[in-house]
């Protein structure tokens, strides 16, 4: 007797009393005590086993023991590699398929919502702040829900069938209520930094749109129903990741600005010079190595921007008849492109030749303006040589009439007074030269 109970006291092993904090005993299926975790796993509100588990983890790790018909899978399970974390996972995961309770609140999913919870959020509607609910009061036609943090649009918003223009910027949005396409007299709608990976369907039925902002969400493509959208003027998609052109724009007739920067596009199609109302393209921020030719065919464009592309060289833009203000800065290219005087240039070295440009614009001007100047004095002088010769000749005539001097005395005083009068005039032509003269080097030297 003394020898079995001796053998027992051996084989069980010592608990010591001081354990680390939090940490509790737990028991083998045979009863035996087993060593706690140095580090026991701490439940947070974000593990996926939800919220409850943190305040039933002891008492579901303590109180609750395996079946007796399975021994041998439960020591496997409770003892396995995974640790305190898997075995906590596998007495939370019994408990909540024994308590209907529990799983119908939803600790059973890994999403921590169930089904029912899915469809009771879809079915909640967005409560509005007071000021929001003022302006549908007062039946004003614009709308402003940007920074609202809407996760879906009010259904009060779709009955507002007065609205025009509807600012819905900057939420957690990633599409919209079938009912929206009732508002039909919206032309300006704003979606843009949402959370849309596809363009909602009942926004490309909104016939009378005008302008339509979707820029930093999550696009690639467009759906074939947004060519419905025949008066769309202007259309912002940037900071998306499209990697091809939507050739749904193309059958837009009077689209005139095309907001595209920040995306992933290499080239554009060549069908692209039948858009004639475009008149402004933005393209920075892409992946372009090369200008597209086909812009060189839209000489009715008058913006173009491909700032921060791969771009080593551009071509002669002179063709470009419409052209007014052309982007270039942040590629490759050193040189300045060559484009008409008339258009404004932004990039490396366009200072430089704006500031050359209006030098010789002025020195075109000042010397213009100093020709002008000598013929109006040189027609001033000859009309002052015409007066006085008139004067010369009258008062000859009277002196031969009353038989004064000789003729040959009257034309060498008269000979000889207007070659004095010559050397005046030039002499003083000569000094109004050099004094311009010194004005323009005075200027020169200024600038």
């Given at each position: 007797m003394l020898v079995l109970l001796t053998r027992c006291v051996a084989e069980t092993p010592r608990v010591s009393r001081r354990q680390a904090p939090g940490s509790r005993r737990r028991y083998s299926s045979a009863g035996a005590v087993c060593q706690p975790t140095a580090k026991p796993f701490q439940a947070t509100e974000r593990s996926p086993l939800g919220y409850r588990q943190k305040h039933l983890r002891g008492s579901i790790a303590e109180n609750t023991a395996p079946p007796a018909s399975s021994t041998a899978d439960s020591r496997s399970l409770l003892g396995g590699p995974q640790g305190?974390?898997?075995r906590l996972h596998v007495a939370v995961s019994s408990v909540v398929s024994t308590q209907p309770e529990l799983r119908e609140g939803g600790m059973g999913n890994s999403g921590g919502k169930g089904k029912g919870g899915e469809e009771q959020?879809?079915?909640?509607d967005e409560e509005l702040p007071y000021e929001v609910e003022e302006q549908l009061a007062s039946g004003d036609d614009t709308l402003d829900l940007c920074f609202r943090k809407l996760r879906r649009l009010p259904r009060r918003v779709c009955g507002c069938r007065h609205l025009e223009k509807l600012y819905a910027s900057n939420n957690r949005l990633r599409g919209l209520p079938e009912g929206f396409s009732e508002l039909e007299r919206l032309r300006v709608l704003a979606l843009d930094f949402n959370k849309m990976f596809d363009v909602p369907p009942p926004v490309c039925r909104l016939e009378n749109i005008t302008r339509l902002y979707l820029g930093s969400n999550r696009l690639t493509t467009l759906p074939p129903e947004f060519s419905n959208l025949l008066n769309l003027r202007c259309l912002w998609m940037e900071n998306n990741f499209f990697r091809r052109f939507p050739r749904q724009l193309l059958d837009l007739?009077?689209?005139k600005s095309l907001q595209l920067g920040d995306n992933r596009l290499r080239s554009l199609p060549g069908c692209l010079a039948r858009m004639a109302s475009l008149r402004g393209l933005w393209l920075y921020g892409n992946r372009f190595e090369e200008l597209p030719r086909v812009l060189l065919r839209m000489e009715l464009l008058e913006i173009l921007d491909v700032d921060r592309n791969k771009i080593s060289s551009f071509p002669n833009l002179t063709r470009l008849a419409g052209l007014k203000l052309f982007s270039y800065d942040h590629n490759p290219s050193k040189a300045v492109p060559?484009?008409?005087d008339s258009v404004m240039l932004v990039g490396e070295g366009a200072e430089e030749l704006r500031q050359a440009r209006a030098e010789a614009a002025e020195a075109v001007a000042a010397a213009k303006a100093e020709k002008e100047a000598l013929e109006a004095e040189?027609?001033?002088?000859?009309?002052r040589g015409?007066?006085?010769y008139r004067g010369r000749g009258t008062a000859i005539h009277s002196i031969?009439?009353?038989?004064?001097?000789?003729?040959?005395?009257?034309?060498?005083?008269?000979g000889g007074g207007g070659r004095r009068r010559r050397r005046r005039e030039s002499s003083r032509m000569s000094l109004i030269l050099r004094k311009r003269r010194r004005r323009r080097r005075r200027r020169e030297r200024r600038l």
């Open positions: 305190r974390r898997g959020e879809e079915g909640e007739p009077v689209l060559k484009a008409r040189a027609l001033e002088a000859a009309a015409a007066r006085g031969l009439k009353n038989g004064g001097l000789s003729t040959g005395q009257l034309e060498g005083s008269g």
